[in-house]
């Protein structure tokens, strides 16, 4: 079993930037897969970026390339979502996932879920 809490999310002005954490409680995550994704209001749950064991390969929507960067640590148990440039239509419940799955596209099929945290861009 594998528990994520997020944290890092908050109000911020258009183009402005938020890091987003996620801790993971399971022994082997280096082997595992680390992902977010993002629910606006009305709208489905969309994939947004993912990183691969080791950190090697990372995948991104195609609306945040150049402005988010994921990361981890693998000592910390932690991934990292930085988000630069921030625009209102990034404005969703951010949630962390995980995956023993090695990705090669920027799709994900998570096994476990954090509980989410907001991000509201102001304009």
């Known amino acids: 079993q594998v528990q994520l809490v997020e944290s890092g999310g908050g109000l911020v002005q258009a183009g402005g930037s938020l890091r987003l954490s996620c801790a993971a409680s399971?022994?082997?995550?280096?082997?595992?897969?680390m992902g977010w994704f993002r629910q606006a209001p009305g709208k489905e749950r969309e994939f947004v970026a993912a990183?691969?064991?080791?950190?090697?390969?990372?995948y991104y929507l195609d609306s945040v390339k150049g402005r988010f960067t994921i990361s981890r640590d693998n000592a910390k148990n932690t991934v990292y979502l930085q988000m630069n440039s921030l625009k209102p239509e990034d404005t969703a419940v951010y949630y962390c996932?995980?995956?023993?799955?090695?990705?090669?596209?920027?799709?994900?099929?998570?096994?476990?879920w954090g509980q989410g945290t907001q991000v509201t861009v102001s304009s």
């Open positions: 990183i691969n064991w080791g950190g090697g390969n990372s």
């Open positions: 399971v022994r082997t995550f280096s082997r595992i897969t």
């Open positions: 996932a995980a995956t023993v799955r090695f990705i090669t596209t920027a799709t994900m099929t998570p096994d476990y």
